[in-house]
């Protein structure tokens, strides 16, 4: 059989899911594709991992599994659900988006990949973006970069995480913002409470993802690390690169100033030498997630 | 407190805007492609590096590219492929064997036509005549309905049967057709060998590149029940799937009718109990066949 009757009707489902996206006014090809990516990936993998795992799936805190199962010759491996970093900066932000935010920020942006990401892989939109990024160079590329696709609202700004500076965001009082950062408040060596402060102070509710390599700050006498966060710590203490993200983050939880809500360690290995733990706080008059995208 | 080291930064993103200004430069107008032609340079530097370092265990694609690259999870680190999504090696692996002179590029079971639009975003040849061949209505139409989303592709999406292989909608002999197929011959559980000859009179030079789960068919010894072939195979007999593609290629090659250059054994295993290898094969050599 050619499967072709098989095939009439699985490209018939499809069609419908795809005439779903177009309906709500989707016109850019890439992300008409990855909406459809998301819908079909997680319930591909919640199959798979009965088939060969056998247990419970593990889950993001949107509902989603954590890991996806795949095979190399002949072993199986697991991997994290979306295939690649940016993927995954992807989903995680747009699941913590809720409709009516004012804005999303990057710190940290470099020449804007993240937020480029964020649109291309199905992200919210339309939605008012902010670049802050230290250098100048960094701030010139993400400005022509954006140019070429005419959709994106992308505002880049200047921004020192040694001197945290939000009047970017205007004067006006904001209800809702979500910050995030990739591997840049790495390199800050010390960040200042003022960085969380400042943000908090930026909207009535702030909800902030870090994706950064903090997994070995979560090491304790109680809890060592393992092989990789040890060589972690190493790289990172030589490089004089961030050593209290989590120690401040925690002291603001504990005064109540934010309150952390979920921490994911060492689960994005693309760099197994300094591999990438999430973090996510809220702060704000709205404790509660509410419907996540 | 520690400083940003925003000197390193600022000559870092000084370089990659050169990378970018050559590449936008070359006529590259959509965001997409430039982020993956760029992504590729990188990827490149990063090649060069392991070659510097003499890292004699990595696995090379036949164009010379390192095949996996080493990330972790929680405590353990672990090898998966350098691009690890399907449709990047896919787009890669096309790329590296498009050459000046292709006429065209021609996927048979193209469904609804995802794999010819990622081959474009994902910086694949173009401009690139395409072709998408199907045999189902349903999806032909969904390829044509996606591919008007975006004016610069220029994909011909026509009716085929594998098991009734007709190649008239190419319009005559050609230099150079760079055919494939993903996951679309292990649906057909035997084909016939005018598929493979009937693409050999398309063109002075065919080379063909097949993504499809036929690593069970070789049965090299005590790998084969390593679990996944073994598993792979119960799977494929079960649902009625290919079962003799590797060996209408390999008899072909044999013959001396085409030649195959590279087979790789369950090499993506996006689904682990149905996983991917690669083999590709082109026309002998003019005087050799």
Redesign the interface.
């Known amino acids: 059989m050619a499967g072709n009757d098989y095939y009439e009707s699985e490209w018939g489902r499809t069609r419908e899911i795809f005439d779903g996206i177009l309906a709500g006014g989707e016109t850019c090809l890439p992300r008409v594709l990855k909406l459809h990516d998301r819908r079909r990936l997680a319930e591909d993998e919640i199959k798979v991992h009965r088939n060969f795992v056998r247990g419970e799936v593990p889950m993001t805190p949107f509902g989603e599994p954590f890991q996806r199962t795949v095979s190399m010759g002949e072993a199986i491996h697991h991997l994290p659900l979306h295939a690649d970093f940016l993927a995954i900066v992807s989903r995680w932000v747009s699941a913590f988006y809720e409709p009516g935010m004012d804005c999303i920020v990057e710190l940290g942006a470099g020449y804007g990949r993240n937020l480029f990401e964020l649109y291309l892989n199905g992200g919210p939109h339309p939605v008012r973006m902010f670049a802050g990024e230290v250098t100048e160079n960094g701030r010139t590329l993400a400005g022509r970069l954006k140019a070429l696709e005419p959709a994106l609202d992308i505002t880049v700004v200047p921004f020192d995480y040694t001197r945290p500076d939000f009047s970017f965001l205007g004067d006006k009082p904001l209800k809702n913002v979500l910050f995030f950062t990739r591997h840049s408040i790495e390199q800050v060596e010390r960040v200042p409470r003022d960085l969380f402060t400042g943000m908090v102070a930026a909207a009535e509710k702030v909800t902030c993802l870090h994706f950064e390599p903090f997994g070995f700050q979560l090491s304790s006498r109680v809890a060592p690390g393992g092989a990789i966060s040890v060589e972690q710590e190493k790289f990172i203490s030589r490089m004089h690169w961030n050593a209290n993200l989590v120690e401040t983050v925690r002291e603001l939880d504990e005064e109540g100033v934010l309150t952390l809500r979920h921490t994911f360690k060492n689960v994005i290995g693309e760099d197994p030498v300094s591999p990438t733990s999430i973090m996510v706080w809220t702060a704000g008059k709205t404790e509660e997630q509410g419907d996540r995208k | 407190?520690?400083?940003?080291?925003?000197g390193y930064?600022?000559?870092?993103?000084?370089q990659?805007?050169g990378l970018?200004d050559a590449i936008?430069s070359g006529g590259e107008?959509?965001?997409?492609r430039?982020?993956h032609i760029f992504d590729r340079v990188c990827d490149r530097e990063v090649d060069s590096r392991l070659e510097r370092q003499g890292r004699e265990d990595a696995a090379l694609a036949p164009f010379g590219e390192v095949l996996e690259k080493?990330?972790?999870?929680?405590?353990?680190?672990?090898?998966?492929?350098l691009q690890?999504?399907f449709h990047?090696t896919l787009a890669r692996w096309l790329s590296a064997l498009h050459e000046p002179d292709t006429d065209c590029i021609v996927e048979l079971g193209c469904?609804?036509g995802?794999n010819l639009?990622?081959l474009y975003?994902q910086g694949g040849p173009h401009p690139a005549k395409l072709f998408g061949g199907e045999?189902?209505?349903?999806?032909r139409?969904?390829t044509r309905?996606?591919a008007d989303?975006?004016g610069d592709l220029d994909i011909t999406v026509v009716p085929f049967?594998?098991?009734g292989p007709d190649f008239s909608f190419l319009g005559g002999r050609k230099k150079h057709i760079l055919f494939f197929t993903r996951h679309a011959i292990e649906?057909?559980?035997l084909i016939p060998d005018e598929l493979v000859t009937g693409m050999l009179e398309t063109a002075d030079r065919v080379t063909c590149v097949h993504f499809e789960p036929f690593g069970f068919q070789f049965k090299n010894g005590a790998?084969h029940h390593?679990?996944?072939?073994a598993r792979h195979e119960q799977n494929a007999l079960a649902r009625?799937w290919n079962r003799n593609l590797a060996e209408v290629c390999m008899r072909l090659n044999t013959e001396g009718r085409i030649k195959v250059h590279y087979l790789y054994?369950?090499?993506i295993?996006?689904?682990?109990?149905n996983?991917t290898s690669i083999m590709v094969w082109k026309s002998p050599e003019r005087g050799n066949a």
């Open positions: 407190m520690g400083e940003a080291p925003t930064y600022e000559e870092t993103w000084a990659w805007a970018f936008i107008t959509d965001l997409r430039v982020l080493t990330v972790s999870l929680g405590e353990a680190a672990l090898r998966v492929p690890t999504g990047g469904g609804y995802r639009f990622e975003y045999i189902t209505e349903s999806g139409a969904l309905k996606l989303l975006n049967d594998f098991r649906q057909v559980d790998d390593g679990g996944i072939s009625g054994k369950n090499i295993g996006e689904d682990p109990i996983p």
